[in-house]
C-alpha cells in the first residue's frame, strides 16, 4: 500500500549522503537502475522519517540566545547563540551556534 | 530471439544461486527483449505457458512495453489486449500474482487514457464481462475489492503526473461509477473484511492527497466510515479500529459529525470498557484502542479545553482520568497511562500556548473564564497525583514474568523514557500552577521524611518520585521566574535536614536497594538544579555548605562519585564568590585527592581540583592566588616525579605500570582541571567593562610581578611528561593520552584574554612546538599511531597559538593594554612541522586534513607571512595534487577547499598580497595547475564531496573568471587526451558549462550549474538532495 508523501531533506544527513553515495557506486558499476536508487532513497525518507516519528525517545533541553528566527515556505528556522545542551543522562553540551530547522511534522497530502 | 531463448533466460534470472554476472547477462538480454516493438506478443505468448515465473514475466513485459511504446500504441486497444489477457487468466486460474500485476498493468493504461467522463473505464467492462459469463460470486466479489485496491495504489504513485482536471474525471469516471457501486453491493462483512477494509484505506489515501495537493473538493466517505465503525462497535473488531484511527492520523476532516458524535458517545461509553475486559492480556490491542482515544481527542484540543466549564463534558473528563489511572504498573501491567501522556501533555500546553483561543471560544466572559481556571486546576491537581503515582519506581529486579535480562532492560528503558514524559507533563503543569505543585512536591518530601521509625520502601519511592519532579522543575526555573513560596518550600525542606535523612535511609539499610540508588542520585541531582537557590538569596547561601557536605559524603561511594563530582563543580562554578570562606576546606579536598591517590574516577579527581580553582580564583591578593597555586603544582609535580622514579623499577610490572600510568595521566589531567578553574569566569568584553582596574592589575601582575613564577612551574611539568629523559629518566613520553591533556592545558591559557597564572606566552609555546617537531625527527614515526597522533596535536597547537596571538591584538587595540610582540616563527615552523616530517605527514589523512587547515587559519589571519615563504608555490602545489589524489577523503578536501578559498578571496590581504596571488596563479600557471587538478577530482568525487569541490569553483569564477574559461577549456583537452576513466567529456559539454558558470559570476545560481555539469558527465541523476 502506498504512503504519504515524506520529506526528503534526511537525504542531507551524513547517512542520506553516504547512502546516495553508495548508490552511485552501484549505478557506475551498472548493478542497479538509477531509478531503483531513487527508490531507495523514496524508502530511505520514509523509514528515516517514521523512525524517528515512533522509536527514537531521547530528547534534549537547551538555553541559549535567541539570534535569528524566520518562518518562511512552512518552515521554521532558529539560530541561537551560545547554547547550553542538556542531554539524556545529565549530560551537558556548550555550543557557539546552533540551528533548528523545524517543518510541518504533516506533509500536504500527509 | 526465440521464445524458447527467452524462457531459458527467465529460468536463469529467477533462478536461485546464480552466479552474478549470469544474473546480469540474462537481465540485460531480457531488458533488451522487453523493449522490442514486438514485445507485447512475447507478453502474450510467455503468459500461455505453464511456468508461474515465466507467466509474471508475461506480464511484467507487457509494462515495459506499454511504458517504452506509449506514444506509438492506441490505448484503447492495448486496454481490450489487457482485458483479455485478465479475463484468460482468470478463467485459467492463474495464480493472484499474475492476476494483479495485469490489474495494474490495466490501471496504468487507465490512467495514461482517461480524458474523458463519457467512456466506460476499464474496471467497469471487466466486472461487466465477469458478470455475463457467471463467473464465481465470491471470486468476483474478492476481484472486485481487489481490484479496486490496485488502481487506487496505482493512482496514488502516478498523482503528481496526473492534472488536475484528470483526477476530477477519474473520480467520476472509475470512483462514483464503479468503486461506490463496488463498496456499496459487498458491503463489509466478517467475510470481506480484510479485503473490503484494504480497498477503502488505498482510496481514503488517494482521495487525501488529492484534496491537498489539488484543493479538489471534498469526497464524502462517510457512509462507508459508518459502517466500519458499526463493525467495530459489533464485532469489537481492531482492523476497523486501526483504520478509524489510521484516518485520524491522517486527515480526521474526513469524519462528518454524525461520525464523530458516534465515535465520541461509544469512546466514553460501556463499550471501552468492554473492548479492554475482552483485550485484557492483548497489549497491542489495548494499545491500539489508547492510540485512537489520543488521535481522536487531539484532533480538537481546543474545543474540548473549553468544554470543561460544560457539565455535560464532566463525565467524559472522569473517564479520561480514571482510564489513565488504570489499575496496575505502568508499561508492566497497563499502557493507558503510558499511552494517554501524549494526550495530556498537547492538553495541558493548550493552557499555556492558547489560552486566548480558548477564551475566545467562551467568548471571552469573565465568569466562564474564572470558572475554567478553578475547574482545570481541579482536574490537573488529580492529573498530577495520578501521574505522580505512576511515577514511581518499577521493581525491575522481581518482576517474575519477563526473566529474560534484554526484557527487563526493555522495560526498564522504556519506564525511564515515560517518567521523563511525565516531567515535561510536570514543567507544564508548573507553568500553570506554579505554586501549588512546588508545594505539593516538598511538602511530600517534608511528610514522608517526618516519621520517626525506619521508613517503609513506599515512603522511600515517594520522596524520590518527588525529587525526581522537583529536579526537573527546578532545571526550568530562571532567575525571574522564582517566587517568595518557592524560597519559602526550599527554606522548609531544607529545615527539615532532608538531606541528612536521605543519608540515613542510605545507611541503616544494610541491603542496598534499588530505591535507595535512585533516591540519592535524584537527591544530587536535585542539589545539582538548585543554582538559582543559592546564587540569588541570603537564604539558599545559608544552606550551600550543608549542601557540599552532602556531596562530599557521597563522593565516598563509587557509584555516586561522578554525579556528586558534577554538582559540587556546577556548584563552585556559579556560587564561587559565596564560598571563599570555605578555600581551605577544598584546598585539603584537593590535596587529597593528589596525596593519598584516592580511589576516584580521572574525571571526578580533576573536577574536584577544578572547584577548588574556582574558588581560588575569586580571591583578589594575586600573591596569596599565587602562592596556593605554586603549591599545589610542587605538590603535583613532587607526585609526579615519585611516579616516575615507581616506572624504572618496576619496567616487567605491565600491572603496576598501567596503575602508574593512569595516575600520572590524572595528574596531567589535575593541572588542566587547576587551569580551567582559574579561568576568568565571564566573557573578556564584559569583564573588561566591568573591572577595567582590575584588569590592569592582573595583567601587571601575572605579566610582570609573579614571584612564585607559575608560567615556569607550568612549563617545567609540561616538559617533564613531555621529555622525561630531560629530567634524568630513562625513557621518553610517547604517551597520546599526556600529550592531549598538555594540548588541553596550553589551550585554556590560549583562549584567555588577558595574562593569568596558566597562560603561557606564545614564544614559549613556540619554543616547545619546535623542540617536538624535533624529537618526531630522531625516531622512527613509521606506523607509531600514538606518535602520528601527537604531530596532529602539535599541528593543532601551534594552530591555537596564531588564533591566539592574533586575538591578543584585537584585545590590545581595544584594551590599549600593551601585549608583547613576538615573532610567530613561521617559516621555521613550517620547515619543521610540514617539510621536515612531509614523508610521514604524507601518509596520514588526519594530518594531511591538520596541515591544510593550519595553511587556510594562517592565509585567514597573516595571509602575507605564508605567501612570502619562500617554499610558498611548493605548499600550493601539494594541496592541489592532494585535490586529485584524495578526492575522495572528504576532510581533506574540506581544509583544502577552505584553504583555496581563503587564499583566492584573501579578505584579510592587502594590495601586496593580492598581487602575489595573481601572479602566483596567473604568471606562474598555479591557475591552470589548480583547475586542471580540480576537474579532475571534480568528475572523480563522490556526490556528498562536490559541494567543497563547487567552493573553490565559484571563488574562482567569482576572482579569475577571466582566466577561468581557459583554464577549464585547457584542463578538459588534457583530461580527455589521458582518457582516465574511458570517458571523453564533450566539448559543447564544457563550453555550454563554462558560459553558464560565468554568467553566474560565482553567486549562489553556480552551485546548480556546477552540480548539472557534474550530473552530466558523470552520467548520475539529480537525487533531489
Known amino acids: ?110 | 530471439m526465440d521464445l524458447q531463448t527467452t524462457v531459458s533466460l527467465i529460468e536463469t534470472l529467477y533462478s536461485p544461486n546464480q552466479d552474478y554476472q549470469v544474473i546480469l547477462q540474462a537481465q540485460k538480454q531480457l531488458q533488451f527483449i522487453q523493449k522490442q516493438q514486438n514485445a507485447n506478443i512475447l507478453a502474450h505468448e510467455l503468459l500461455q505457458l505453464p511456468s508461474q515465473n515465466i507467466q509474471f514475466f508475461g506480464a511484467l513485459t507487457y509494462t515495459v512495453y506499454f511504458t517504452n511504446h506509449l506514444n506509438e500504441i492506441n490505448l484503447n486497444d492495448f486496454i481490450s489486449i489487457l482485458l483479455d489477457e485478465i479475463i484468460d487468466s482468470l478463467k485459467r486460474n492463474l495464480s493472484n500474482l499474475i492476476i494483479n500485476k495485469l490489474l495494474s498493468n490495466l490501471a496504468k493504461v487507465y490512467i495514461k487514457s482517461c480524458n474523458n467522463d463519457n467512456e466506460n473505464n476499464p474496471l467497469d467492462l471487466l466486472l461487466k464481462h465477469l458478470q455475463s459469463i457467471n463467473y464465481n460470486e465470491n471470486l468476483f466479489i474478492n476481484l472486485s475489492l481487489i481490484s479496486s485496491k490496485i488502481f487506487a495504489e496505482e493512482l496514488s504513485i502516478s498523482i503528481d503526473l496526473i492534472k488536475k482536471e484528470q483526477h476530477e474525471i477519474i473520480l467520476s469516471n472509475l470512483f462514483n461509477k464503479t468503486i461506490q457501486n463496488i463498496l456499496n453491493s459487498f458491503p463489509l462483512s466478517l467475510i470481506n473484511k480484510n479485503l473490503w477494509l484494504d480497498c477503502l484505506q488505498s482510496w481514503m489515501l488517494y482521495i487525501t492527497k488529492i484534496e491537498f495537493d489539488y484543493s479538489l473538493n471534498k469526497i464524502d466517505l462517510n457512509s462507508y466510515f459508518n459502517l466500519i465503525i458499526n463493525f467495530m462497535i459489533n464485532y469489537n473488531d481492531i482492523d476497523s479500529l486501526n483504520l478509524i484511527s489510521e484516518v485520524y492520523d491522517l486527515n480526521p476532516s474526513l469524519f462528518n459529525y454524525n461520525n464523530k458524535f458516534q465515535l465520541d458517545s461509544i469512546l466514553f461509553s460501556n463499550w471501552t470498557i468492554n473492548f479492554i475486559k475482552l483485550n485484557e492480556n492483548n497489549f497491542e490491542n489495548l494499545s491500539k484502542l489508547s492510540r485512537f482515544i489520543t488521535l481522536f481527542l487531539n484532533s480538537d484540543l481546543l474545543n474540548l479545553a473549553s468544554k470543561i466549564i460544560d457539565k455535560s463534558f464532566d463525565y467524559k473528563f472522569e473517564f479520561l482520568l480514571n482510564l489513565t489511572n488504570f489499575n496496575g504498573n505502568p508499561i508492566i501491567d497497563e499502557t493507558f497511562s503510558v499511552d494517554l501522556l501524549d494526550f495530556w501533555i498537547l492538553f495541558t500546553e493548550c493552557f499555556i500556548n492558547d489560552i486566548d483561543n480558548i477564551y475566545l471560544l467562551l467568548k471571552n466572559d469573565n465568569n466562564k473564564i474564572i470558572e475554567l481556571n478553578e475547574k482545570s486546576q481541579d482536574y490537573f491537581e488529580n492529573l498530577s497525583q495520578i501521574y505522580w503515582e505512576k511515577c514511581h519506581i518499577l521493581d525491575f529486579n522481581n518482576n517474575s514474568d519477563n526473566d529474560d535480562a534484554d526484557d527487563l532492560q526493555d522495560i526498564e528503558d522504556q519506564f525511564i523514557n515515560f517518567r521523563r514524559d511525565i516531567s515535561e507533563l510536570f514543567e507544564t503543569l508548573f507553568s500553570i500552577s506554579r505554586i501549588k505543585i512546588f508545594n505539593n512536591l516538598t511538602n511530600s518530601i517534608i511528610n514522608n521524611l517526618s516519621t520517626t521509625t525506619n521508613l517503609s520502601i513506599n515512603q522511600i519511592k515517594n520522596i524520590e518520585t518527588s525529587l525526581y519532579l522537583l529536579t526537573s522543575i527546578s532545571s526550568i526555573l530562571t532567575e525571574n521566574g522564582i517566587l517568595p513560596e518557592f524560597l519559602n518550600d526550599m527554606n522548609l525542606l531544607f529545615k527539615s535536614k532532608f538531606l541528612e535523612k536521605i543519608l540515613l535511609i542510605e545507611n541503616n539499610n544494610n541491603n542496598e536497594n534499588q530505591y535507595n540508588k535512585y533516591l540519592i542520585k535524584n537527591s544530587i541531582k536535585f542539589l545539582s538544579e538548585i543554582n538559582w537557590f543559592y546564587e540569588n538569596n541570603e537564604i539558599g547561601k545559608f544552606y550551600i555548605n550543608e549542601v557540599l557536605i552532602y556531596l562530599f559524603q557521597n563522593l565516598n561511594n563509587n557509584n555516586y562519585q561522578d554525579l556528586s563530582s558534577k554538582a559540587i563543580l556546577m556548584i563552585t562554578d556559579s556560587c564561587r564568590y559565596k564560598i571563599i570562606n570555605l578555600l581551605d576546606d577544598f584546598e585539603n579536598a584537593a590535596k587529597l585527592m593528589i596525596i593519598n591517590k584516592f580511589n576516584v574516577e580521572i574525571n571526578v579527581r580533576s573536577r574536584i581540583i577544578r572547584s577548588y580553582a574556582n574558588i581560588l580564583q575569586t580571591i583578589e591578593n594575586f600573591e596569596l592566588q599565587s602562592n596556593k597555586i605554586s603549591n599545589f603544582l610542587n605538590l603535583i609535580y613532587n607526585e609526579s616525579i615519585n611516579a616516575f622514579k615507581i616506572i624504572e623499577l618496576n619496567k616487567g610490572n605491565s600491572i603496576i605500570l598501567q596503575d602508574i600510568n593512569n595516575f600520572l595521566y590524572s595528574m596531567i589531567s589535575s593541572l588542566v582541571g587547576l587551569a580551567k578553574g582559574l579561568k576568568l569566569p565571564n566573557d573578556w568584553e564584559d569583564y573588561y567593562e566591568e573591572n577595567p582596574n582590575k584588569v590592569k592589575e592582573i595583567y601587571n601582575y601575572w605579566r610582570f610581578n609573579d614571584k612564585f613564577k607559575i608560567n615556569e612551574l607550568c612549563l617545567k611539568l609540561i616538559l617533564l611528561y613531555s621529555f622525561p629523559n630531560e629530567f634524568n629518566f630513562n625513557f621518553n613520553f610517547k604517551n597520546k593520552f599526556f600529550f592531549e591533556q598538555i594540548l588541553n592545558f596550553f589551550k585554556c591559557g590560549l583562549t584567555e584574554a588577558f595574562p593569568g597564572p596558566f597562560v603561557i606566552k606564545e614564544d614559549l609555546i613556540i619554543e616547545y612546538i619546535l623542540k617536538c617537531c624535533k624529537y618526531f625527527q630522531q625516531i622512527n614515526i613509521k606506523n607509531n599511531n600514538e606518535l602520528f597522533s601527537s604531530i596532529n596535536k602539535i599541528i593543532e597547537l601551534y594552530g591555537l597559538v596564531i588564533n591566539s596571538y592574533h586575538i591578543s591584538m584585537t584585545i590590545s587595540k581595544i584594551t590599549n593594554i600593551q601585549f608583547d610582540i613576538i615573532d610567530l616563527k613561521m617559516d621555521i615552523i613550517i620547515n619543521e612541522i610540514f617539510f621536515k616530517q612531509f614523508n610521514e605527514i604524507m601518509i596520514d589523512p588526519d594530518l594531511i586534513q591538520s596541515i591544510f587547515t593550519l595553511f587556510s587559519n594562517i592565509i585567514s589571519k597573516y595571509p602575507n607571512d605564508l605567501l612570502k615563504n619562500k617554499e610558498i608555490i611548493k605548499i600550493l602545489k601539494i594541496s592541489i595534487d592532494q585535490i586529485f589524489i584524495n578526492n575522495q577523503q572528504r576532510f581533506i578536501i574540506i581544509s583544502i577547499s577552505k584553504l583555496w578559498c581563503n587564499l583566492i578571496y584573501l579578505r584579510k590581504g592587502k594590495i601586496e598580497d593580492i598581487k602575489k596571488i595573481n601572479e602566483i596563479l596567473i604568471n606562474k600557471e598555479i591557475g591552470q595547475y589548480l583547475v586542471y587538478n580540480l576537474m579532475k577530482g571534480f568528475i572523480n568525487t563522490s556526490r556528498s564531496n562536490i559541494e567543497f569541490f563547487i567552493d573553490i569553483i565559484r571563488a574562482l569564477t567569482s576572482k579569475f573568471s577571466k582566466y577561468l574559461s581557459n583554464w577549464i577549456i585547457k584542463s578538459f583537452e588534457k583530461i580527455n587526451f589521458e582518457n582516465f576513466n574511458n570517458k571523453i567529456i564533450k566539448i559543447e559539454d564544457i563550453n555550454l558549462f563554462i558560459k553558464q558558470l560565468l554568467l553566474t559570476r560565482g553567486n549562489r545560481a553556480a552551485n546548480k550549474v556546477i552540480q548539472e555539469f557534474w550530473f552530466k558527465i558523470t552520467g548520475m541523476i539529480d537525487y533531489g538532495m
Open chain 1, 1 to 110: 500500500m502506498n504512503g504519504p508523501s515524506y520529506y526528503e531533506f534526511y537525504r542531507r544527513s551524513t547517512v542520506g549522503a553516504t547512502l546516495a553515495d553508495a548508490l552511485d557506486t552501484l549505478i557506475v558499476d551498472q548493478r542497479i537502475q538509477p531509478q531503483l536508487a531513487m527508490k531507495v532513497l523514496a524508502n530511505f525518507d520514509r523509514v528515516t522519517s517514521d523512525h524517528l516519528r515512533s522509536d527514537v525517545r531521547a530528547k534534549m533541553t537547551f538555553k541559549g540566545h535567541l539570534s535569528t528566527y524566520r518562518f518562511c515556505d512552512d518552515v521554521w528556522t532558529f539560530v541561537i547563540k551560545d547554547v547550553n545542551m542538556k542531554l539524556d543522562d545529565n549530560e551537558v553540551l556548550d555550543v557557539g551556534k546552533f540551528k533548528i530547522v523545524a517543518c510541518n511534522s504533516k506533509k500536504s497530502g500527509e
